[in-house]
């Protein structure tokens, strides 16, 4: 994770996900946040109405609701600013409507997701079940980035660098974090600074850009998906990224991502005290997914243990992306909507490693 | 196990409230439970409540009871009175509920005038999740996404007057408040009268929020009085 | 040196003052150069319900803002005591405020137990809403690791504006920790603990 450093901040501070989130995006270069509350994540929306108040170059704009949100954030990139929202549960269902539009029209669509417990209202506290929505929400082939932090260093390294890659690769990019992860203070490190490209308008820029998002042949649409695919593959082979811990020897690997991937990775250093050979992969980007990897890290397993706070929605990805590459057993620590502690990954693992 | 002074239809277990101290929800309640036991309809009465504080009523009476998405319950409550012709239907919103995300369902509910009841709590902020701005907050008002009372519209949004552009002729259209107990019932009363009689209803009630105006007693009265200045109460549409 | 996280986790109800003891303690673990994580945990009342907060200091590394079982529970409220119990082994030891919470209460609840009767302690000597501070006092002395000045300094800049507005307040609060602290000391006195130690040898 290497950067600039940054001189004029005070580099280790006790702060939240939230404001941790909302300092990433605007070292960043963000300049335009339109949202709607939402627990866990309204601090990042009252936090930057407090920012803006005082910085007339920074927009502001609380919605009616969220998919009016995201379609200000699409006018708003058109612009050529760095627009961006923050959302979780029903809300990020909601912004599966412009996000799609984001989507077709390949726009740098910034978003920060707080899981939290589904369906419907749910919890207001946390969960890793937005995955899928994340990763495939709207009606396409989810032609979209969606980077997963660990912790509160990641997070703040991540929501830089989502600006990034949106304005880079141009398409819609999310960074997937949770409601404990949003609203956990902790000691963070704010020294790293990312590099990030430049924003530029899409109209009244000196070319004219007629666009649309209907098609009125198959032929059409089949021409604009692929194109969309060619890039996205291209795209793909710089984005992707993913942790691969303790893996070369290991004959329990342990899958796992965001806050729970930190856990397990603290648990994996445990374990590895007690002489457990158990190890790690975590994928930073859920899509797209380094399905390469992936298949490395299980070379040697004979169990993997796949950690969510869901029933299943990373369990699916990674049985298909292993589907050819592995006869191992998979054993399932599902906790939907449920934290999944470093006690309870020790735990487990000490049973698979005694059987 | 009847404690006389409450309403046979609100549960004696539904006692600690789930809202804070000094809601206005206590009052609105309690008095909407009053006019269904005196009008004698909680047998076929359904209740519909939205996100936001009116989702801790979810257990409050002994009433068949919903809770939907946020800004979905005049939709909810008009297909349900469809399927159900004898039901009384009565929803609650808030602000946001209402004004915001549920603007495009509540306007078109009163424009096909479904014989429904609607009541929205106006306490000018999103109470819910920590006071931020409501299409009801006025200008200059101090919330939590408008500091030092930036960014707040002009003009809020007025409810029943905004709907006297789309809803019939006979349908009952209120504001009342809390501060005045024996007219806003009557207001519930006339409402739901309204609904036997085919036509939509709505009652807007101005209510309290200690909690996110951050205001003790007295000065949460003053500034629920304050509301009132602004938001004018009375029956708007259909005597 | 052996790197520990110590797990503390505070219960109380909404309005109590819950997330100030968190919020105070990360801040000063902080200030002091430890690790802190420090989350919030509660449902959509905005009063009432059970308001929860799990606190990880030290100078180990924490890998989830969550825990399974806690060193320390400081308990405020007899509706938390079912939603807590899954966090009590036989090394937690369980700070309560005597007052708002019956001995009989906790019955069933088998851990070391540390009553403070910070409520009427406080309503005696200082002022009923600083009951919370009482207990802090009382955390600081069983949890060490944290210095005094450090808390001192926490609530300097998280009360900075209220200490402003009532300058009396900071002298109470600084009472408040001594006499928590006091309160503490005392429940473990010569006489109990011989008890206590017999326990603790049982234990261990």
């Not at chain 1, 998919?67 to 990020?92: D, E, P, Y």
């Not at chain 1, 990775?265 to 992969?281: C, E, W």
């Not at chain 2, 552009?165 to 019932?185: H, M, Q, T, W």
């Not at chain 3, 505070?10 to 690790?35: C, K």
């Amino acid at each position: 994770m290497a950067g600039k450093k940054t001189n004029n901040i005070v580099t280790k501070q006790l702060l939240t996900g939230n404001e941790v989130a909302l300092k990433g995006a605007l070292l960043a270069g963000a300049n335009f946040f339109a949202g709607y509350p939402i627990t866990p994540t309204t601090e990042i929306l009252s936090g930057w109405a407090k920012v803006a108040a005082k910085d007339p170059k920074l927009k502001f704009l609380q919605m009616e609701d969220e998919t009016a949100s995201g379609f200000a954030v699409i006018g708003a990139l058109l612009a050529g600013k760095k627009a961006w929202t923050a959302t979780a549960g029903m809300g990020h269902v909601l912004m599966q409507d412009p996000l799609a539009l984001a989507e077709s029209y390949r726009l740098p669509f910034v978003m920060y997701v707080g899981q939290r417990g589904g369906p419907s209202t749910g919890t207001v506290i946390y969960s890793q079940q937005e995955l899928t929505l994340a990763r495939y929400g709207g009606n396409g082939e989810g032609l979209r980035i969606v980077y997963a932090p660990a912790n509160v260093g990641e997070l703040y390294h991540y929501m830089q660098k989502a600006f990034d890659t949106a304005w880079k690769y141009r398409f819609p990019v999310i960074v997937l974090g949770d409601g404990y992860l949003s609203k956990t203070q902790t000691t963070v490190d704010l020294s790293e600074k990312v590099d990030v490209v430049k924003s530029s308008p899409y109209f009244l820029n000196g070319k004219i850009k007629n666009m649309r998002n209907c098609f009125s042949t198959e032929d059409q649409l089949v021409d604009h998906l692929g194109f969309m695919f060619k890039e996205f593959a291209e795209a793909s082979e710089e984005i992707v990224e993913s942790e691969s811990f303790r893996t070369a020897d290991s004959e329990i690997v342990i899958f796992a991502w965001g806050s729970v991937g930190y856990a397990a990775k603290v648990a994996v250093v445990n374990l590895r005290n007690k002489k457990v050979k158990v190890g790690l992969f975590r994928p930073i980007t859920m899509r797209p997914f380094d399905t390469k990897a992936a298949i490395k890290a299980v070379k040697k397993a004979k169990y993997i243990v796949i950690a969510e706070s869901s029933a299943g929605h990373f369990g699916r990805i990674v049985r298909e992306t292993l589907a050819q590459a592995t006869d191992a057993t998979y054993i399932r620590l599902y906790k939907p909507a449920e934290g999944i502690t470093t006690e309870d990954i020790e735990e487990k693992i000490l049973e698979v490693a005694n059987v | 196990m009847s404690n006389p002074r409450f309403p046979k239809v609100v549960k004696t277990e539904s006692k600690p409230s789930n809202f804070c101290p000094g809601c206005g929800y206590g009052i609105i309640l309690k008095v909407l439970g009053e006019v269904i036991d005196e009008m004698e309809i909680a047998p076929r009465t359904v209740f519909g409540i939205d996100i936001g504080c009116n989702l801790l009523a979810w257990d409050y009476f002994n009433l068949d009871t919903a809770q939907t998405h946020h800004g979905r319950v005049t939709p909810m409550i008009s297909g349900y009175k469809m399927s159900q012709k004898d039901s009384v239907v009565i929803g609650i919103a808030g602000d946001g509920g209402l004004y915001a995300i549920g603007l495009q369902s509540f306007i078109h509910t009163a424009h096909r005038n479904e014989p429904v009841t609607v009541i929205g709590v106006n306490n000018s902020v999103y109470a819910m999740t920590g006071g931020q701005a409501a299409p009801t907050t006025f200008d200059h008002e101090i919330t939590d996404t408008t500091p030092d009372g930036k960014f707040t519209s002009k003009k809020p949004i007025f409810g029943p007057e905004m709907l006297t552009e789309f809803a019939d002729d006979k349908a009952f259209l209120a504001r009342g408040s809390v501060n005045n107990i024996p007219v806003l019932k009557s207001y519930f009363k006339k409402a739901i009268e309204t609904q036997l009689a085919g036509n939509f209803s709505f009652v807007e009630v101005i209510s309290y929020c200690p909690t996110n105006w951050k205001t003790n007693a007295e000065a949460t009265i003053d500034f629920s009085k304050k509301l009132e200045s602004i938001y004018k109460t009375g029956i708007i549409s259909g005597k | 040196m052996e790197n520990r996280v110590y797990k503390v986790l505070l219960a109380g109800e909404g309005g109590q003052g819950v997330q100030t003891i968190g919020h105070v303690l990360a801040r000063a673990a902080f200030e002091q150069g430890l690790n802190v994580a420090y989350m919030p945990n509660y449902g959509v009342e905005q009063r009432g319900g059970v308001s929860l907060g799990y606190l990880q200091i030290g100078t180990g590394i924490i890998g989830f803002p969550k825990f399974s079982k806690a060193d320390y529970i400081v308990n405020m409220r007899s509706r938390a005591i079912e939603r807590i119990i899954q966090y009590v082994d036989s090394d937690t030891l369980y700070i309560y405020d005597s007052d708002l919470i019956n001995n009989s209460e906790l019955k069933t609840t088998n851990a070391q137990k540390l009553p403070i009767a910070a409520t009427s302690t406080a309503s005696s000597r200082l002022s009923p809403q600083i009951f919370n501070m009482i207990l802090t006092g009382a955390i600081l002395y069983e949890l060490k690791v944290i210095e005094r000045i450090y808390v001192e300094k926490a609530l300097d800049i998280i009360l900075a504006k209220k200490y402003k507005e009532k300058p009396q307040l900071r002298n109470f609060n600084k009472k408040a920790l001594e006499i928590g602290a006091k309160l503490a000391k005392e429940a473990f006195s010569p006489v109990k603990k011989t008890s206590v130690l017999d326990r603790l040898g049982d234990k261990k």
